[in-house]
């Protein structure tokens, strides 16, 4: 069982950046391939970035390709979303996702565990 709890999120003016964090309970984090999607007011929830267990290998979707990325810390348990130039269309929930199905996924339904999400905000 894994918990996620992601923070960093909030309003911020178009060409500006936050990082996400998302941090993970249990022993197991670093086995696990984590995800980052985002969900907008009356869209489908669609998938950001996803990186493997021992940070070798990375995906993105194209909106965001050079300008989100994804690290994390196995030693902190935590994953991150540096996001930069943001643009109004970024505005969303964003989520962390954990599984331990696959080396590493963009599709949501593989991912086993979800955080509550963090709002990110981009005003134009």
């Known amino acids: 069982q894994v918990q996620l709890v992601e923070s960093g999120g909030g309003l911020v003016q178009a060409g500006g950046s936050l990082r996400l964090s998302c941090a993970a309970s249990?022993?197991?984090?670093?086995?696990?391939?984590m995800g980052w999607f985002r969900q907008a007011p009356g869209k489908a929830r669609e998938f950001v970035a996803a990186?493997?267990?021992?940070?070798?290998?990375?995906n993105y979707a194209d909106s965001v390709k050079g300008r989100f990325t994804i690290s994390r810390d196995n030693a902190k348990n935590t994953v991150y979303l540096q996001m930069n130039s943001l643009k109004p269309e970024d505005t969303a929930v964003y989520y962390c996702a954990a599984s331990n199905k696959v080396r590493i996924s963009t599709t949501r339904l593989l991912y086993d565990y979800w955080g509550q999400g963090t709002q990110v905000t981009v005003s134009s």
């Open positions: 990186i493997n267990w021992s940070s070798s290998s990375t």
């Open positions: 249990g022993r197991t984090f670093s086995s696990y391939a």
